[in-house]
């Protein structure tokens, strides 16, 4: 399957019955994948209006329990942050899809990763973050899109799969055998009392300053349990590595390959791929920073999550930047020769 299709037939089998989005490029196979599917299951597909629409969409159907969906790229995101930091500021559940085309303004429908920034620190206006999770492959956007619902449930909170263009255009073998958790009991949905219980509220005004206060400390309070329980990074051949890749989505994959041709070099090279980039695996590279010469952080971007790299090691060790931006992907060579010249200079 397509990568943006396994996202699709994951949410469903994930037990979302209810999708709202608006075409654009490269992730529009979700939408036509959903407008096939949900008919025949008895969901609902509505192509609405405008992202603005969609999200506002998804705030609703939240807000009564179920498990819902929305899917756009970058443009389409910024359109949606509004809507994000709302749910947000209401606790709500969610999924959201970024399949990230180069930017800003238009850009190009290539691939990027210039969204990061975006991702980890909100997306819209206020004090909040969102679960962010980054596949690598066509199957990981399957099992990271049912995880992502998960995590959306168990917390509260919205989740992003953060992907790109690639990811979401090449096909691969996929797996949909997954131990799906049912979505838990949600007592707090606005489903109708029938006489049996208090009214809920779904909201995010606070007009008492006080109490806004409060609730913001007790959100931040839950993200440190987050942090602190669902950060994830795959580490390969790390354990005596004196150069250290960092990256994430297509970048990862390049980058392994990098990393192999730098082993059989005779170069102890070594990658962290963080699968949340929101928890950040801060601890692995705290750790990794204890042996590692220096980090390179490869990325389709001009440099976003280098940043949280360079936190994360509180810059115990020197990390440098390899990337490509516009649509472009960094080639294994490219990456390789930035592992020599790392190598060459030493480090600490």
């Known amino acids: 399957m397509k990568g943006n299709e396994a996202i699709a037939e994951a949410a469903i089998q994930a037990g979302c019955r209810h999708y709202f989005g608006y075409p654009i490029t490269p992730q529009t196979e979700i939408a036509a994948y959903m407008a096939k599917r949900m008919p025949k299951i008895g969901g609902t597909f509505l192509q609405a209006e405008s992202e603005i629409a969609a999200i506002n969409m ?12 929305t899917s756009s790229s970058s443009p389409g995101i910024s359109l949606k942050s509004e809507g994000l930091s709302y749910l947000a500021g209401a606790d709500l559940p969610a999924l959201v899809v970024n399949a990230q085309r180069g930017g800003p303004g238009l850009g190009g429908i290539q691939p990027s990763q210039s969204d990061y920034f975006q991702a980890t620190r909100g997306g819209g206006h206020g004090d909040y973050h969102m679960i962010v999770l980054a596949p690598s492959s066509v199957q990981e956007m399957a099992q990271l899109t049912i995880r992502g619902f ?16 690639t990811i979401g255009q090449m096909m691969e073998p996929v797996s949909f055998d997954f131990d799906i958790k049912e979505a838990p009991a949600k007592p707090w949905a606005t489903t109708g009392t029938k006489m049996a219980r208090e009214h809920n509220v779904i909201n995010s005004l606070y007009l008492n300053a006080e109490q806004l206060e409060k609730t913001n400390i007790e959100r931040y309070q839950k993200y440190a349990v987050i942090e602190e329980k669902e950060a994830l990074a795959e580490e390969y051949l790390t354990e005596d590595a004196d150069i250290i890749i960092a990256a994430f989505g ?23 791929r963080p ?35 360079r936190l994360a090691t509180e810059c115990r060790v020197p990390v440098s930047l390899c990337y490509r931006v ?16 790392a190598n060459e200079k030493g480090g600490k």
């Open 58 to 69: 998804v705030y609703g159907v939240a807000s009564a329990g179920k498990r819902v969906m």
């Open 150 to 165: 998960e995590l959306a449930d168990e917390y509260r909170m919205t989740s992003m799969i953060l992907a790109d263009g």
């Open 250 to 272: 297509i970048a990862a994959r390049v980058s392994r390959n990098a990393v192999n041709e730098a082993r059989a070099n005779g170069i102890k090279a070594g990658l962290i």
């Open 275 to 309: 699968i949340t980039l929101w928890p950040f695996p801060k601890k692995v590279f705290a750790k990794a920073a204890d042996h590692a010469k220096q980090i390179i952080s490869v990325e389709l971007s001009m440099g976003q999550m280098i940043e949280d790299v």
């Open 326 to 341: 516009g649509g472009m992907i960094p080639t294994p060579d490219q990456v390789y020769q930035a592992i020599v010249e």
